[in-house]
């Protein structure tokens, strides 16, 4: 109950303070903000990135979107376990080498079964800012076990300078999160293609 | 006449003009309703009254804060400061590297200055940020990694969007500084604000009745010849009118308004060529129909250290 509470209460502060600090102009280019289950895949560069992203989500739709977070980095330590699990509800992936005879995807499947939509951050890790790192295949795996889910591509613009790898304190300066338009898996589409697709239509949303 | 009753006077007609400038582009969205959506004069009302309404919201926290008293306009200026240095920067291409200056910039640096404002410290008012901050931020750059690629132009952005919107902003509250006898400087703020912005408001009407010709196609599409003549002359005839909450006479009223509306218009031009090289149109999208917080005081940063100086000068027993 008290858990409940200041998760509650920690979750506002964030929301609040990430948008006064950023700006968080929100453009909802491609889509509107509708309550379709989705997969938000967007470009990393920064820890903002997901704070920033479930802050520019409105209200209801925050509350069943789950960002995707690495096990080895937000798993650890009481704060961040604090922060990802009660405040975040994210989902943990397992970035090191898979153990045999477990899909590393199966928290993923298991969370869009129940319902709830993800950020994802294809590229893996956060990259230097200017440009796209490949992206991994998890998405891929995703998009063809779950058809039905909608692609939203997302670019997030300036948050690495408002925080940059290795720094903890913000600086302040706008942010922008663009919302591109929804995608699927095509027919037949193989995974290379597919996830080169994927990381244009992120890239395409850069100046839009 | 007290220093509040002239506000009063001043806050009435500003409201009067308010009130008619609505009904107008109220008048004129009426003609406008049955044309297309991207119909260009439909584009231009639209605009327009975002920008009307805008200046309701502005001109009641201008006014709530001067009511309240000299501290709260300062802790308004230094809020409108925060946010014009967050548009200046962040349209400035800033490395990893700078990142602990610009932690600085925003987090020591601003509130310094506004505290200098507040304790009314003139003396290291008027050379903090351009001596110390000037010298020290750089080094603080190096210090703090050695990326030197691009150096002087990464540092001269961070001290341009120092000077511009820290230093020469904070010279709005700062007038309240100033000492002139049987005056309350508070109204200075008053009149500098009217004179610049009522130039911005007059150019653009002149400009849309009567431009033609333009000032610099290259910087700014929308300033022309004609604009900028009825608008200057039109602002420094308000301010001469506008005399009596001055401690000048009106021919020094006169002179002062001409300076601030001629600063302020080389002020906009400045910022936007700036805003050119960036190759964007607007500095934010604060402000509903203006843009960011700097579309609307880029003519302030400009007038406000020139006025405050010159009035210093020629007015001020301290």
């Avoid at chain 1, 290795?166 to 591109?180: D, I, M």
């Avoid at chain 1, 293609?193 to 100046?207: D, I, M, P, T, Y």
């Avoid at chain 2, 009511?67 to 990893?96: D, H, N």
Wanted: proline share 6%.
């Amino acid at each position: 109950m008290l858990d409940r509470m200041a998760a509650k209460m920690t979750a506002g502060a964030i929301t609040g303070f990430a948008k006064a600090l950023t700006g968080a102009q929100c453009q909802w280019v491609g889509c509107g903000p509708y309550e379709t289950q989705r997969i938000y895949f967007a470009n990393h560069s920064s820890h903002l990135d997901f704070i920033l992203l479930w802050s520019a989500l409105p209200g209801p739709l925050r509350k069943r979107t789950r960002p995707v977070a690495a096990a080895d980095y937000w798993f650890h330590g009481t704060f961040k376990q604090f922060l990802i699990r009660q405040v975040f509800n994210g989902i943990p992936v397992d970035r090191e080498g898979r153990k045999p005879g477990t899909n590393p995807l199966q928290p993923m499947l298991d969370a869009l079964d129940e319902g709830a939509s993800l950020i994802i951050f294809p590229e893996g890790t956060r990259g230097s800012g200017e440009e796209l790192l490949p992206f991994k295949s998890g998405i891929f795996h995703l998009a063809k076990d779950r058809p039905h889910v909608e692609l939203v591509p997302v670019w997030m613009e300036n948050c690495y300078r408002v925080m940059p790898k290795g720094s903890f304190l913000p600086v302040p300066l706008l942010c922008s999160v663009r919302f591109g338009e929804p995608t699927r898996l095509a027919e037949g589409e193989r995974k290379p293609a597919f996830l080169e697709r994927l990381q244009k239509s992120v890239a395409g949303l850069r100046c839009a | 006449m007290s220093g509040s009753r002239q506000g009063w006077i001043v806050f009435g007609g500003v409201i009067g003009i308010l009130v008619l400038a609505s009904l107008i582009g109220f008048a004129m969205s009426l003609r406008v309703r049955g044309k297309a959506p991207e119909d260009g004069s439909r584009r231009v009302v639209q605009n327009l009254n975002a920008r009307i309404k805008a200046w309701w919201v502005m001109i009641f926290v201008l006014a709530g804060a001067l009511m309240t008293g000299p501290k709260a306009v300062i802790i308004l200026f230094g809020l409108i400061s925060f946010a014009a240095l967050r548009e200046f920067l962040t349209l400035t291409p800033t490395r990893k590297a700078d990142h602990f200056a610009l932690l600085v910039s925003f987090f020591i640096v601003l509130p310094s200055q506004y505290g200098l404002v507040w304790t009314g410290w003139y003396g290291v008012f008027t050379i903090f940020i351009p001596v110390y901050v000037f010298l020290l931020l750089p080094a603080f750059t190096i210090i703090s990694r050695e990326a030197t690629r691009n150096f002087l132009e990464r540092t001269s952005e961070t001290q341009w969007g120092l000077m511009i919107c820290v230093y020469c902003i904070s010279h709005v509250p700062g007038l309240q500084m100033l000492t002139i006898p049987n005056y309350d400087p508070a109204m200075l703020v008053v009149f500098l604000i009217l004179v610049v912005q009522a130039s911005d408001v007059l150019q653009y009407v002149w400009g849309k009745l009567a431009g033609k010709h333009k000032v610099a196609p290259d910087v700014s599409p929308s300033k022309t010849v004609e604009g900028f003549v009825g608008g200057v002359l039109s602002a420094t005839a308000l301010g001469t009118g506008l005399w009596w909450m001055t401690p000048f006479q009106p021919w020094q009223a006169a002179l002062f308004s001409f300076l601030i509306t001629m600063t302020g218009f080389l002020g906009g031009l400045v910022m936007s060529a700036i805003k050119r090289d960036r190759g964007v149109k607007d500095w934010g999208h604060l402000i509903e129909g203006h843009g960011g917080m700097l579309d609307r005081l880029d003519s302030v940063c400009f007038a406000a250290p020139i006025f405050f100086h010159l009035t210093r000068f020629f007015f001020s027993t301290t």
